[in-house]
């Protein structure tokens, strides 16, 4: 009996939560969908229901890493798509220690819900390593939700399905909590092996997750315009607009501005990086970093079979992909001794990848030593961003 009453007050107590997350998202405002687009917050990350609102015919998806969050400069998309006054907007999506395998399973979970069938990503030669990717780093990234919405789609074939599948367990395989986290998965939506408790229990908790996820991107949104959270991270644009759209800006007065911004960020060494991430990351360890790199490699990886997976997935759900070849700092890896041939060669292969499969490519690789493309050793600068955003938006008008 006392069994009995126990399940029925655990019941209870989750109707009254799910009736109070319910009644809380009716008592906030609608989503931003501006604030949202460019938003990099957890709540945006993995939820397919949001995403799926942002994805509309007038979007590109634009996946990438930790370069997303960087967003100091007048010429990063948040910075510089921040009102809205134009024909199309990014949807940004990836943070730190996102891979193409993460972003290949993204994709397949939202192509159901894209209006546009244009994808851009944004590689770092950085994730091309002979080690590849580590597994605790994977883990942390790794979106559950987004998982288990590839293995619904009934458009992916079961081979890619497999494929991916497999990826993730030869990645997690240390992972216990999180492997068995994927088998629940599988078993509910792969092979359909599933037992009646495992099915109920997924059926009381799917809605339960999605009202939660609902309630969290409300309530983010909501204290961003409460708080004001959002301004504090925009800078005066530099630009006059005049109530047009901001793809109005030429090509030439965007590079103009991004030069005179990095020139005045970069001060206090000559590698090309920012002053403070030199300050913080590199001014300390610079004497033991000498000649640090010269056994690293590029030319190697699993990450090219993740590449080749995520462009498989592209092709299965007839998404349009164009892929961005961002450089290394020049100065910096010469000064590592990371070899010349290596970073030649990961160009090189990006190339041919894309050459094989007929794949649109912006190729940023002979700006290795062009001041201000990037920020610092790894990630986009003032120039850097305005390349790839004019190539997006012409990339989205020819579509």
Known sequence: MKRIISILVAFALFLATV??????????????????????????????????????QNTVLTMGSSELSTIGESTHPVQFYKDGQHEFDLVLLGQGYTQCLNQAISLAALAPSMENKQVVLILSAQWF????????????????????????????????????????????????????????????????????????????????LEYQRSYQVRKHTKDIKDDLDWEQYLVDRPFEL????????????????AEMEGRASVTNNDFGIEDDYYNEYMKDSYEERKDSEVDSRFTVSKEYDDLNLFLDVCDELGIEPMLVSVPVNGYWYDYTG??????????????????????????????????????????????????????????????
């Open 338 to 399: 990371f070899p010349s041939e290596e970073r030649e060669g990961y160009y090189q292969n990006i190339v041919n990848i894309c050459d094989q499969r007929d794949v649109q490519l912006l190729d940023l690789s002979a700006y290795e030593y062009t001041d201000y493309v990037l920020r610092d050793i790894m990630h986009l600068g003032w120039k850097g961003w305005v390349f790839i955003e004019y190539e997006i938006e012409q990339f989205y008008k020819h579509h």
């Open 19 to 56: 009736s109070f997350i319910s009644h809380q998202q009716k008592a906030l405002d609608e989503v931003d969908l501006e604030i949202m687009r460019y938003d990099l917050s957890p709540a945006k990350q993995d939820n397919v229901e949001l995403l799926g609102q942002l994805l509309d």
């Open 129 to 208: 390593t002979e080690d590849h990717i580590d597994p605790g780093a994977f883990a942390s990234v790794f979106r559950i939700n987004m998982y288990r919405e590839m293995l619904r789609n009934p458009d992916l074939s079961d081979q890619l399905k497999m494929q991916m599948i497999e990826r993730c367990h030869e990645i997690l395989g240390q992972d216990d909590v999180l492997t068995e986290r994927l088998k629940v998965q599988e078993q509910l939506y792969w092979n359909h092996s599933a037992n009646i408790l495992e099915q109920a229990t997924e059926m009381i908790r799917a809605p339960f």
């Open 242 to 257: 005049d109530g047009k759209s901001a793809t109005c800006i030429s090509f030439e007065k965007r590079m103009e501005v």
